[in-house]
């Protein structure tokens, strides 16, 4: 009889730490663990990352390795102490289906043994539908301590969680009716193991349906749940966080960046005592009369013996706006108030004037500081370097050169379909063709946000097109836009693709919202990258990255306020209801009334005609009973997307 081969169980080690997640080389356990495991001869490392003490990293990645790529066990260094930022045991716990005490019992009770000191460590164990998750501290002392703790015991619980596994996949293959085809078995004292060839492939993630079935297999219904506007919203800025903080220079580049921290002026406005006006810098306290014109202060570089220049009592100071005030001087009196009493023999000059009115000590002139003060925090840390650019001149004049923001993201846009063309293509469309108009409009909304977009062409409808473009994509860009293939038809891979060949978590893959039901959106566990599956058809495109992915990016780049700003808007005509609650496409003008909102017509989601000047989209509520339209005049609440129109 053969003797069954040593099991060996699939295993992902992840190093929390912030530290080692800046630089990988200084992460030492991890290595330590990949070494003590493979010694031993029963582990597969197939996955080794390096994380920060955030619990949505944690999560994330735990969630991907045991929901998605289903490893048999998940080692985790670092983050179980008492410091502020040890939040792993937060993290790890409330994604355990069954905690495991005896091996939380077996490594504290060890380690204190070694040092009392262990105690004051937290460790958590416990499982994860079929993975094992325990966690160890960030030393690698402590690291090994703990695995020489549990070395022995766990291949024996290990295994009692792969013979669950394995008992489940040989119900479902002996209920399916035919248990014979494409496995073998292995008879031993105690049980019955089954091991199918197509277990592995068919270990895909999230609900889509296997990319290896045939078309007649496929779901007739959308196995993705119907979720509300708002718990989409809420699902989107909960997985989209500020990305790294950059240092720019103080130039037009900075528009539209968010401050990470305050910025504080260097320098004093004005840096010298300046005029005010054009006129005569005199001495408050001599009155009205006839001066001697001393000198001229131009608004210009002042030479350090101009600066010194003494002006005598009977003197007084033409200057200009700008210009430099002597310091014997204390006001200006403007040149409207005098009178020129003598001029130089070639009339070129100014030789007496009379002042013609009396000025109080300061009239007119701005003191050094008197409109900033050095270390006057002149932008505060979140707010936006807007569009209007006054923040910039702003920055320029307290001497500040270069300023902390958030990086903003990159987005790249792709479209799927056979029956795509790039709109530029010269040929005349064949039967069955489209235009692409949806990169191209997208491409559009980006940049006029103020992002940097990247146009990634157009993709056929093949799992291999798709897995191979996908992948490229996301190592260029931190937010990827995709237009169709997320519907129920047999060339829609998009969504399975994510799942089973990127490993994306789908948070949601239907909407209950008109246009755009099918809007999908998934994230990546490693580097923070966000992917937005929209509706091929133009206006559900459209409005569904309005909806979506604008605030999405808003928040990537630190914007506190993020949301799209709503107000309310009076409509000119009738509108019917919808079952589910309807984006309508309006015209927002301002009026005498207020704001008002006109239809653009026909709202069918394929109808790229109702975004035509669209700058508003009426939020509509869904269809009752009681309530099948909402009549002209009604004001409703109105999603701006751009500026308004004068009526």
């Known amino acids: 009889m053969a003797t069954q081969p040593t099991p060996r169980f699939r295993t992902g080690i992840l190093t929390v730490s912030d530290t080692a997640s800046i630089d990988a080389t200084k992460d030492q356990s991890g290595p330590l663990l990949v070494e003590l495991l493979k010694e031993t001869g029963q582990y597969d490392i197939l996955n080794c990352l ?8 944690i999560q994330n990645t735990i969630k991907h390795w045991c929901d998605q790529l289903q490893l048999d066990f998940i080692l985790i260094t670092g983050g179980t102490g008492f410091a502020p930022r040890d939040k792993t045991p937060e993290a790890v716990t409330p994604l355990l289906s069954r905690p495991t005490p005896g091996l939380t019992h077996v490594l504290l009770a060890k380690s204190t043994e070694i040092t009392p000191f262990a105690a004051l460590s937290r460790p958590v164990t416990g499982i994860r539908n079929k993975s094992l998750i325990i ?9 090994r301590e703990n695995w020489m703790a549990i070395a022995t ?7 009692l969680l792969l013979d669950l596994r394995l008992a489940d996949h040989h119900h479902q293959r ?8 494409g496995h073998h078995h292995h008879h031993k004292v105690g049980g019955h193991k089954c091991i199918h060839h197509t277990d592995e492939s068919a270990r895909h993630s999230g609900l889509s349906a296997s990319l290896d079935g045939p078309v007649s297999q496929r779901a007739r219904v959308s196995p993705y749940p119907l979720i509300s506007m708002e718990e989409a919203e809420k699902l989107v800025s909960k997985h989209a966080h500020p990305l790294e903080i950059i240092e720019i220079e103080v130039s037009e580049a900075l528009i539209g960046h968010v401050l990470a921290e305050d ?5 004093a406005v004005p840096g010298y005592r300046a005029s005010i006006v054009d006129g005569y810098a005199v001495r408050a306290s001599g009155g009205p009369g006839v001066y001697n014109v001393g000198s001229v202060s131009l608004a210009t570089e002042v030479t350090d013996r101009q600066a010194a220049t003494t002006v005598a009592g009977d003197q007084v100071v033409r200057i200009a706006t700008g210009g430099m005030v002597p310091d014997e001087l204390d006001a200006v009196v403007m040149v409207e108030d005098t009178r020129l009493v003598k001029a130089s023999e070639d009339g070129k000059e100014e030789i007496q004037v009379e002042i013609l009115t009396r000025v109080d000590k300061g009239d007119n002139v ?3 500081g008197s409109d900033c003060e050095i270390g006057t925090v002149v932008i505060s840390k979140g707010q936006v370097v807007s569009l209007v650019g006054g923040e910039l001149g702003l920055l320029a004049s307290v001497g500040i050169r270069q300023v902390k923001v958030y990086r903003k993201p990159r987005i790249g846009v792709l479209s799927t379909g056979n029956e795509v063309v790039d709109h530029l293509s010269t040929a005349d469309l064949k039967i069955g063709e489209i235009r692409d108009t949806n990169r191209i409009t997208l491409l559009g909304a980006i940049q006029s946000a103020g992002y940097t977009a990247v146009d990634l062409g157009i ?5 291999q097109d798709l897995e191979s473009s996908l992948k490229e994509a996301l190592d260029e860009v931190d937010v990827l836009i995709t237009t169709g293939g997320v519907s129920m038809g047999e060339a829609d891979f998009m969504k399975p693709v994510l799942e089973q060949k990127l490993g994306a978590t789908i948070h949601f893959g239907r909407v209950k919202m008109k246009p755009g039901k099918p809007t999908t959106f998934a994230t990546l566990p490693e580097g923070n990258k966000l992917i937005f599956a929209l509706p091929g058809n133009p206006a559900s495109a459209t409005v569904t990255f309005y909806l979506f992915v604008l605030p999405a990016l808003r928040k990537m780049s630190g914007y506190g306020q993020f949301e799209n700003p709503v107000v309310p808007v009076e409509i000119t005509e009738n509108v019917r209801l919808d079952p589910r609650p309807e984006y309508h496409r309006v015209r927002i003008s301002v009026s005498h009334k207020g704001l008002v909102a006109e239809s653009t017509g026909g709202q069918r989601s394929s109808r790229i005609l109702s975004l035509r000047q669209a700058n508003g989209l009426l939020k509509l509520p869904a269809q009752t009973e009681n309530q099948t339209q909402l009549v002209k005049g009604t004001q409703v609440p109105c999603v701006l997307i751009g500026p308004l129109n004068p009526i």
């Open 153 to 159: 015991i766990l291949p024996h619980g290990l295994n």
């Open 459 to 463: 993709i056929k409808d093949t799992v």
């Open 174 to 181: 002996t209920t399916a009716g035919d248990g014979s085809g």
């Open 135 to 143: 966690t160890f501290p960030g030393s690698p002392k402590a690291c």
């Open 366 to 368: 701005r003191e050094i």
């Open 263 to 267: 910025a504080v002026a260097v320098e």
């Open 50 to 57: 390096i994380v920060p003490d955030e619990i949505h990293s």
